[in-house]
């Protein structure tokens, strides 16, 4: 549960730094990711639920039209962390696409409450 906060916190922590200071997106979800990965690491429950929160950003980020900021959220630190070994990416490959499905149907419960 304090996992769903920290999340909303981050996300309006990058709100609040692209209204105020002017940042892309793109550049802000670089710092937004490496702090996720460092929370899930130190405090958190680990990489898969790391890879569940990049995946609904990702997925949001690319529904939003917000490339930079799609490409930004892509689960860089743990390759860096990994050595850049993917093979041992595989048994974590399932909470990325349980955080894919996640960010799909927060994407689409957004779109049926917006108005045309």
Do not use: C, S
Request: proline residues 4%; aromatic residues 18%; neutral net charge.
């Amino acid at each position: 549960m304090l996992d769903l906060f920290v999340g909303l916190g981050l996300f309006l922590l990058g709100v609040t730094v692209v209204h105020r200071l002017g940042w892309a997106w793109g550049v802000v979800g670089v710092w937004l990711n490496l702090l996720w990965f460092i929370y899930q690491n130190e405090l958190g429950q680990g990489w898969a639920f790391y890879l569940q929160g990049v995946g609904l950003a990702f997925v949001l980020a690319a529904g939003f039209r917000q490339y930079w900021m799609a490409w930004a959220v892509l689960p860089w630190p743990l390759l860096i962390a990994g050595r850049f070994e993917v093979q041992m990416l595989g048994p974590f490959l399932p909470a990325w696409g349980e955080g894919l499905i996640l960010g799909a149907v927060v994407y689409l419960l957004v779109g049926l409450f917006k108005r045309p």
